[in-house]
């Protein structure tokens, strides 16, 4: 089974920058597609973005293209997202998934997930 960790959550103005990082433990990580989903008060869970295992593909929601970054390091188990000019409908808490299923927002497992709030 894989933990999965995420950090570098916080507090930022609008048009500002985070990146949150995810840190896997338990498995294999380098051979799992790995993936970011947001949750906003009163919202669905939605998909933000995903990443092959090799690093080859990725994959982002319209909201996001542009502006956000995913990324990994298998020598570190960690995955990460970049996040620039961020909005206040950025606003959410952020989770990390370890192979996250194509089209819906169902994974193997999942991270505690890490707030993130963008001020206007």
């Known amino acids: 089974q894989v933990q999965l960790v995420e950090s570098g959550g916080g507090l930022v103005q609008a048009g500002g920058s985070l990146r949150l990082s995810c840190a896997a433990s338990g498995r294999t990580f380098s051979n799992s597609r790995m993936g970011w989903f947001r949750q906003a008060p009163g919202k669905e869970r939605e998909f933000v973005a995903s990443?092959?295992?090799?690093?080859?593909?990725?994959y982002y929601a319209d909201s996001v293209k542009g502006r956000f970054t995913i990324s990994r390091d298998n020598a570190k188990n960690t995955v990460y997202l970049q996040m620039n000019s961020l909005k206040p409908e950025d606003t959410a808490v952020y989770y990390c998934?370890?192979?996250?299923?194509?089209?819906?927002?169902?994974?193997?497992?999942w991270g505690q997930g890490t707030q993130v709030t963008v001020s206007s």
């Open positions: 990443i092959s295992w090799s690093a080859g593909s990725t």
């Open positions: 998934a370890v192979n996250p299923v194509v089209g819906t927002t169902r994974a193997e497992g």
